[in-house]
């Protein structure tokens, strides 16, 4: 089946009992068993199985080209589960310009447990190459990256990581491109990392996270820590994403459209000192993006002139555009992420331009959001 008829059917049957049509949401925590030690159909709890979780599991598994998806509780608990799997003293190289909230995981909470962390530029294979050190066990990368739309050749890295003798596993965060448009295992990652809050769920609704692997030794690791953790979504936030996931690809182009009308505006404006788009000719990755990416996304970035103060003024005149963090839900969002997502790169290696604006380009009439950015341009 081809990925559109996936995102709707994937994981999904009519219920066997009554047919319905929509998966049920299971709102239980136990189940019954026909004797001690034998639950029915393999579910004993709801932390370690639940039938709407396991629906949206096999769902990411089929989208991502993967054998198996776990869904977690936000994509920060997912990226902790993965995180979970190195032993102390374990080195991991991640990019460095990955999501501020991965950066504070990985620099303020598991550096504490004795993991090592370097962040190099993924963008250049040779530097993940030269960074790789006998103890790293793990390369986390993000592509495109948050804020400054970075491109990875994913391929490029993975070979260079397994080419390396401890085999460390490459782990790619797809929140920003969904599988619609990049599926980083068939380009050689081991685990597909996603933050649902976002494409996925795709209307701002829930927030919940993904991990999605093709070995299944590697999903048994997961799936313990998985359990033996905890951090699960409910069965209402499982249906809420995998209703989400039945229009994401007509999302996802509509996104792309919508964002080809705004890029329109911005490439030559005279207020901005610089773009940011994946498939946007000035792109200094643009060859890897139109190869490893189906379109450039929604996701718009843009450095104004006059700095933070432009940048503030800008964010708070639009009147479409919601000021808001977060992203990938059918509303634009415009935000500043040097003053709001990333503040906690402040002071780092990661600091984030503070004329930077992110915009999260929604589904709305493409002439509105032109017309709205537009007037807020002429306040900046
Ligand atoms: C690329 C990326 N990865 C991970 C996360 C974290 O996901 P969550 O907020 O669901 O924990 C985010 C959140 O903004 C993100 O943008």
């Known amino acids: 089946m081809k990925f559109e008829t996936l995102a709707i059917h994937a994981g999904q049957e009519p219920d066997p009992n009554n047919g319905a049509v929509m998966t049920p949401v299971y709102f239980t925590s136990t189940y019954m068993q026909d004797g001690v030690g034998k639950p029915r159909q393999g579910y004993e709890y709801s932390r370690t199985k639940n039938p709407t979780r396991k629906a949206l599991e096999d769902c990411l598994a089929a989208l991502e080209g993967g054998s198996f998806g776990l869904a977690l509780s936000s994509g920060l608990a997912a990226a902790d589960t993965v995180l979970r799997l190195m032993d102390k003293d374990a080195h991991v190289l991640?990019?460095?310009?990955?999501?501020?909230?991965?950066?504070?995981?990985?620099?303020?909470?598991?550096?504490?447990?004795?993991?090592?962390?370097?962040?190099?530029?993924?963008?250049?294979?040779?530097?993940?190459?030269?960074?790789l050190t006998p103890r790293t066990r793990l390369v986390w990368l993000e592509t495109p990256t948050n804020p400054y739309l970075r491109v990875t050749d994913i391929r490029a890295v993975a070979e260079v990581v397994h080419a390396h003798a401890n085999h460390p596993l490459l782990v790619v965060d797809n929140t920003f491109a969904t599988p619609y448009l990049q599926r980083p295992l068939e380009l050689g990652a081991d685990i597909v990392v996603h933050s649902m809050t976002k494409y996925l769920g795709g209307h701002s609704d829930v927030v919940s996270g993904a991990l999605v692997v093709k070995d299944?030794?590697?999903?048994?690791?997961?799936?313990?820590?998985?359990?033996?953790?905890?951090?699960?979504?409910?069965p209402m936030d499982c249906f809420l994403v995998l209703r989400g996931i039945k229009t994401l690809p007509v999302r996802m182009d509509r996104h792309a459209e919508n964002a080809a009308a705004i890029l329109a505006l911005l490439e030559n404006h005279p207020k901005v000192e610089r773009l940011m788009y994946p498939h946007h000719p000035s792109h200094p990755q643009i060859k890897v993006a139109k190869q490893q990416m189906k379109s450039g996304g929604g996701i718009v970035c843009f450095i104004v002139k006059g700095g933070q103060k432009s940048s503030h003024k800008l964010v708070e005149s639009t009147k479409i555009f919601t000021l808001a963090e977060s992203l990938g839900g059918v509303e634009s969002l415009i935000e500043?992420?040097?003053?709001?997502?990333?503040?906690?790169?402040?002071?780092?290696?990661?600091?984030?331009d503070p004329g930077l604006i992110r915009l999260s380009v929604g589904i709305e009439n493409k002439d509105d959001l032109v017309q709205d950015l537009e007037q807020a341009l002429a306040k900046a």
């Open 336 to 352: 500043v992420p040097a003053a709001m997502t990333h503040l906690s790169t402040a002071g780092s290696q990661m600091e984030v």
């Open 94 to 131: 991640a990019g460095n310009d990955v999501y501020g909230g991965t950066f504070r995981l990985f620099d303020k909470v598991l550096r504490r447990f004795g993991l090592d962390f370097d962040f190099v530029d993924t963008t250049d294979p040779e530097s993940v190459a030269e960074a």
């Open 216 to 234: 299944q030794a590697l999903y048994e690791k997961l799936a313990f820590l998985q359990n033996a953790v905890g951090a699960v979504p409910g």
